[in-house]
């Protein structure tokens, strides 16, 4: 089995900051593809950013030169640098992990449980 843990969401003014983190553990032997995707109320789940086990990344455009994602593979461990938020960015954030239980190349997907992230004006 494997855990997504969610840490840094909260409130914040508009033109703030905030860093979101999610950390793995249990039964990994390597991660794929990670992403972080938001849902506000009334809304679907839509991606934010994911990025590759190489480091490549992939934004939408309405976060694109705002965000920033990261990951550390040894800590298996990804980021979400969020800056100069808007308020339409208020949504609960949810981590999102293609992961090898074992050497074997088979994996699964796992999402994390969301963090809430308000932003007002």
């Known amino acids: 089995q494997v855990q997504l843990v969610e840490s840094g969401g909260g409130s914040v003014l508009a033109g703030g900051s905030l860093r979101l983190s999610c950390a793995a553990s249990?039964?990994?032997?390597?991660?794929?593809?990670m992403g972080w995707y938001r849902q506000a109320p009334g809304n679907q789940r839509e991606l934010v950013a994911d990025?590759?086990?190489?480091?490549?990344?992939n934004y939408a455009d309405s976060v694109k030169g705002r965000f920033t994602i990261s990951r550390d593979n040894a800590k298996d461990t990804m980021y979400l640098q969020m800056n100069s938020l808007k308020p339409e960015d208020t949504a609960v954030y949810y981590c999102?992990?293609?992961?090898?239980?074992?050497?074997?190349?088979?994996?699964?997907?796992?999402w994390g449980q969301g963090t809430q992230v308000i932003v007002s004006s």
């Open positions: 249990g039964t990994i032997f390597h991660i794929n593809a």
């Open positions: 999102n992990a293609d992961v090898r239980p074992t050497p074997e190349p088979r994996s699964y997907d796992y």
């Open positions: 990025i590759s086990r190489g480091g490549v990344t």
